[in-house]
């Protein structure tokens, strides 16, 4: 053997394939490894159960909601009554009281423990202790969507114009797959509060941008949003929207908004993403702006509530996810807070009196 043999260095061991950062945690979060065994690591031990305890959570909120709901009052005797609205957030006590049962009667929906249901309910509260559910009254609403809204100004001789984003903007794509898009005035209609004749004489439907509201969209009694301020791109832009809706109404007018609202008044929150969340000092500030320009904003109430209820936040998934087939069994969400990307949110409705 030549002695330069026993020097020779041994072949280098073939390289292992570079895994990317998502293939890496893929590997270190999976239930299960190559051998169908339970996948043993750290990550894996505090991840694995967190969509169990999420479904035990969501199970039990719910059913505690169903029950709470079940246990109301049917009360056939409704009446509307000036309850002193505020801006407010939702709470469980809101959706126990005798005006949102008013307003779900007027609607001809049950009540339920559901925040969306309770700013339905907020709106047209606030439309009624401003005297703007009267026929002849004219009002606007932007995002619309398939909401109730027009139909039910419409039974009253109230006209209104729904407005949404164009049917081709790239932003209204997301908003079309879970039906809250309205292409058409005809997603405006609901046939068990309005005839079509009258929907059709008293309804106009406008595309329009809530970044860019044109300028002919003037000399409204009121105008609104459901749950869509919160979608323009950045805090700034939804304050910014609230303040230029104003133009769109008469001196007296009245805005009334509703919007997603982080409940913690400190530290940060989520901004410059498709869904942002407003906190107090946003709503402050904008109180402040609107009242140099002699506007008047309702006064300010940040109670969280108290009940049960106010304190059950809800958790994604949203009926989908690994947990689909159990998850659906839930049925439909019961909830005023969730749970957004670590920040507890819930609704929160803003109305405004324009400057005479």
Not at 108 to 122: G, I, M, N, T
Not at 206 to 223: E, H, K, Q, S, W
Not at 331 to 347: A, E
């Amino acid at each position: 053997m030549k002695i330069s043999a026993l020097w020779r260095k041994p072949k280098p061991a073939p390289a292992e394939p570079v895994l990317s950062d998502h293939d890496r945690m893929a590997l270190l979060t999976a239930l299960l490894n190559d051998k169908s065994q339970p996948n043993i690591n750290a990550l894996s031990v505090l991840v694995r159960n967190i969509d169990l305890m999420a479904l035990n959570i969501k199970t039990l909120g719910y059913d505690l909601a169903k029950a709470l709901g079940a246990a109301l009052p049917v009360r056939t005797d409704t009446v509307a009554r000036h309850v002193g609205l505020s801006s407010k957030m939702s709470t469980q006590a809101d959706l126990e009281s005798d005006w949102v049962a008013h307003w779900c009667s007027e609607l001809k929906v049950p009540v339920v423990f559901h925040r969306k249901l309770w700013e339905l309910s907020y709106i047209l509260q606030a439309l009624y202790e401003t005297g703007n559910l009267r026929p002849g009254a004219r009002g606007v609403g932007f995002g619309c969507g398939n909401e109730p809204m027009a139909s039910y100004f419409a039974s009253y001789g109230v006209a209104s114009t729904v407005t949404d984003l164009a049917a081709d903007d790239s932003r209204a794509l997301d908003w079309s797959g879970t039906n809250q898009h309205a292409a058409q005035v005809d997603a405006a209609f609901h046939a068990n509060l309005v005839d079509r004749a009258t929907f059709d004489r008293l309804v106009d439907y406008r595309t329009a941008d809530m970044n860019a509201i044109p300028d002919d969209l003037v000399g409204y009694d009121f105008c609104w949003s459901m749950c869509a301020f919160e979608h323009l791109g950045s805090i700034q832009q939804g304050v910014d929207f609230v303040a230029n809706s104003l133009k769109t109404l008469r001196p007296g007018g009245i805005a009334v908004h509703t919007t997603e609202f982080n409940i913690n008044p400190n530290g940060g929150t989520i901004d410059n993403w498709p869904t942002v969340l407003f906190q107090r000092r946003h709503f402050e500030e904008l109180a402040a702006r609107l009242a140099e320009q002699g506007h008047v904003v309702a006064p300010f109430d940040f109670d969280p509530g108290d009940k049960p209820l106010d304190r059950f936040i809800d958790l994604p998934p949203w009926q989908d996810g690994v947990l689909e087939t159990l998850s659906a069994n839930l049925g439909q969400p019961y909830h005023l807070k969730i749970g957004v990307d670590g920040f507890v949110s819930t609704c929160f409705g803003i109305m405004i009196t324009k400057a005479s």
